[in-house]
């Protein structure tokens, strides 16, 4: 544990964020700026592929998505950024999003090309078909997987369910033994549908809890108009400013607003970690291209749009409320901001928190699903699955403290070999997007073939 400690302090520092920073910016350059289609892919989410290869639609497959990217790191996370970066870092977050979405863009593409039956029939794909077929390096393969499983079980399960007993015992007095059998009960029920069920439920959940929770910013913004010029004002001129707010307000200027932002923005759009290509290639698709503009557009929505207002709500209670930010812990600034708007803060940051956490679960529970198949087969499934619910009612209890580490070790390994693969596919990435969207063929069907009829399994 105190290697795996060692090493995540060097590494999730400024290493991996100069690598995405990198990855972002040259797959920006390489795709000739593909973020500016964002609202052709926004379109396209709506419009349904019914001939093509896949088991749901391209609305499903955001929705599904967008499970995963919007946690509660656009809320904690977001809010641990402005503490220590200051309120400039709302503007690099936002940034981030705009950038990232050409990485999104493009290990969608890859994945989509390679994806292939499995040995019952549906349809999967992900970094690890692009490692296998791709660039040949299946050992790469069964590390992404291994560490996909690892962290869709620490992440997106036992600190989601503790996250969201926490919050019920703490504001409703609910036990935690409660939450355990009645969540565990919901979520069980949910999937027993498989991906096509838990589909269904995302596509209605996922936008019911993004227009609440938009709206609740809205309203909160709004019923404070007065002070929303002063409040952009702060974030703008801070996100250049070399030096704090006179009489320090929060934040020491640029350095650490463009750090702690651009890594909030990362994170929270997850572009380059390689888990929602996995979940994107279950859409029925007529050519990767398609689907990938689909899958770009969740970033627009989870770090342009959630996390940008979360901040700007951030920034608007400190500034009004005179919160004094270096008296906090960075994990209790959103409790303390939120709760300083009267009416409306609480029962956003209530239910922003249950619902991102309660959604990530099943975006994860797919993801992992996905890997434990690729590296063993149909048959361990259903150990998955009762192992998946087992940790979700031990996660409503007590979680050990170095989870979070397990957590950023594995990580790591999801990213590089997903990062490894895109750097030696960037030309296929150019040509599919030449070929299907700057030569105005989207509508064509794939021409990739080969791939559809591989087993990964054997």
Known sequence: MQFISEFNHHIWGSILLLLLFVTHIFFTIRTKAIQRYFLKGFLLSFQKDRQALGSISHFSALMLSLSITVSTGNIIGVATAVAIGGPGAVFWCWL???ISMATK???ALLSLKY???TEHGSVAGG???VLEYGIGQKWLAVVFCVSTVIVSFSMGNITQSHTISTLLQYNFHISPHITAIVLTLLTAAVLIGGTKGISDFCKKFVPFMLFFYILFCLIIICSNYDVILPVLKIIFTQAFSKQA???GFFGTGAVLAIRYGLSRGFFCSESGFGSSPILCCEAQSKNPARQALVSMSAVFWDTVVVSTLTGI???LSIFQNHIVIEELSAGTVALKAFNAIAGMGPVTLLFGLITFAWSSVFGWYACGKRAIEYLGGKKLLLPFQILWL???VVGCGAIPDFLQNITDFFLFFMILPNLIALYLLHDTVWEETENYIFEK???????NSAAKTKNPSK
């Not at 063929?441 to 021409?447: E, G, M, T």
Request: proline share 7%.
């Open 441 to 447: 063929q989207l509508d064509a069907p794939s021409a």
């Open 96 to 98: 981030a999003g705009i």
């Open 313 to 315: 709500v951030l920034v």
């Open 245 to 247: 707010i006179d009489g």
């Open 390 to 392: 087992v940790a979700f």
């Open 105 to 107: 863009y493009s290990e």
């Open 115 to 117: 994806r292939s039956n």
């Open 127 to 129: 970094p690890m078909y």
